[in-house]
Structure formats: C-alpha cells, structure tokens
C-alpha cells in the first residue's frame, strides 16, 4: 500500500519530457540535453518511463565553447531551481535576458559598440572630407592637362635627342663616320695629286701638304682597323 502510494506521488511530481519539449521553443537536441540534466527521483517507473537517449550532436554543438565559458554558463545555472530552468526552456525573454546577461555576451556586444562607432566616426570624417578631396580632384586634373601635358611633351623630345646621340655614338656609327674621314683624305689626296699634273701648284707645297694628308689618312685607317677588331672580339 505504502509502496503504491509513493510510487503514484512520483509519477505526479515527476515532469514529463513531453510536457516541456511541447512548450518549448528550443531544438529537440536542445531540450533534451537539458532534460537529462535536471534532477529526478530513483524510482523503478522513472527509470522505465523517462529514458532519454543522449543527443548525438552534443558534442559538436559544445566544441565552440572554451572551458572558462562553460564553468561560468554552469555556475550561473547551477544554483536555479527546475521552475527556473523550466522557464528558461519555455519563454523566449527570459531566456534572452539571462544571454545577455553572460561576460562573454556583454564583451561581444560591447566591443560590437565600440567597433560601430568608430566606424562611425570614419564614416563622418570621410564625408567631411569629401568637398577637399573633390577639389584635389580637380586640381590635379588641371594640372594633369595642362602641367603634364607639356612637361611630357618636353620629355619626349628629350628622348628622340638621347636616342640620336646614343646613335651618333654608336660602335657602329663611330666607324662609319671613320670610314667617311678616311674616303675623304682619300679624296683630298687625289685632288691634290691632280694640281701637281695639271701645274697648279709647286712642288713643295704639294709636299707638304700631300704629307700630312696621307698621314692622317694612314692614322684613321690604323684606328678604323683597331676598332673594327674590337668590336668583332
């Protein structure tokens, strides 16, 4: 009799998952890990009656949380009564006042704050600073058409002189030019020859200047023969 008596008084103060997972606007696994973890009576209908398997997601959706944040979610659950925690399950504010009420929560949401406003804050410099940046905008246009256009300009033909100097100067030009002095020594020296025939001049002007003719002929040929070695080395 005494038996039966306090096992019908367990059945009724005992809470029924089903009761609780109606009510509540948590994800089954959610429900049910809580369910697992409230206090029940050691009786042999509970034990039959209310088994509950352990949900399988457990451990991945507890992966995100560091040790430190555990221990405070559990010491400030751990001193709450059932109704209390019944509650949490089943009203959506109370449970996001007791969230928001978390050091991390109020960390995040903090440091969110001060991100936000900041951001801000750059956003209002920005714009201030938009009518300067306009005309810096505008400003180098000008001088971008104008300015540069001339100073580019120049440049070019700078370029065009560097490029026919370094051409003038050249190995290959240097010995072109060569070759030119010497066909006209060459020529000089014909020219020369042909006043003596013709009588145009005597023989001792002839002399000395057919000497020095062929002198710098024979120089430059010596020159255009070393160069052109040079180079071919």
């Not at 003596?196 to 200047?209: A, C, H, R």
Request: hydrophobic content about 30%.
């Amino acid at each position: 009799m005494f038996k039966s008596f306090w096992g019908s008084q367990e059945q009724q103060t005992q809470p029924h998952p089903q009761e609780i997972s109606t009510d509540s606007w948590y994800p089954p696994s959610v429900v049910s890990s809580t369910n697992s973890s409230l206090p029940t009576t050691p009786s042999a209908s509970s034990s039959s009656n209310f088994s509950i398997p352990r949900p399988p997601d457990r451990s991945n959706s507890m992966s995100n949380v560091s040790p430190a944040e555990a221990a405070g979610i559990i010491a400030l659950l751990k001193d709450k009564s059932v109704d209390d925690l019944r509650k949490l399950l089943s009203d959506k504010d109370a449970y996001q006042h007791l969230f928001r009420s978390l050091e991390p929560v109020k960390t995040q949401n903090r440091v969110r704050d001060e991100l936000r406003n900041e951001t801000l804050q750059l956003t209002r410099a920005n714009l201030e600073k938009e009518p300067q940046i306009m005309e810096l905008r505008n400003q180098c246009r000008i001088i971008r058409t104008t300015e540069l256009a001339t100073a580019l300009e120049k440049l070019h033909d700078l370029e065009k002189k560097k490029e026919e100097i370094l051409k003038f100067y050249s190995p290959v030009s240097l010995l072109h030019q060569l070759q030119e002095a010497m066909n006209e020594t060459e020529e000089e020296s014909d020219a020369l020859h042909r006043q003596l025939l013709d009588k145009e001049i005597d023989m001792t002007s002839f002399v000395q200047k057919y000497k020095k003719l062929r002198c710098t002929y024979h120089k430059r040929a010596l020159t255009h023969l070393a160069a052109k070695t040079a180079i071919t080395n």
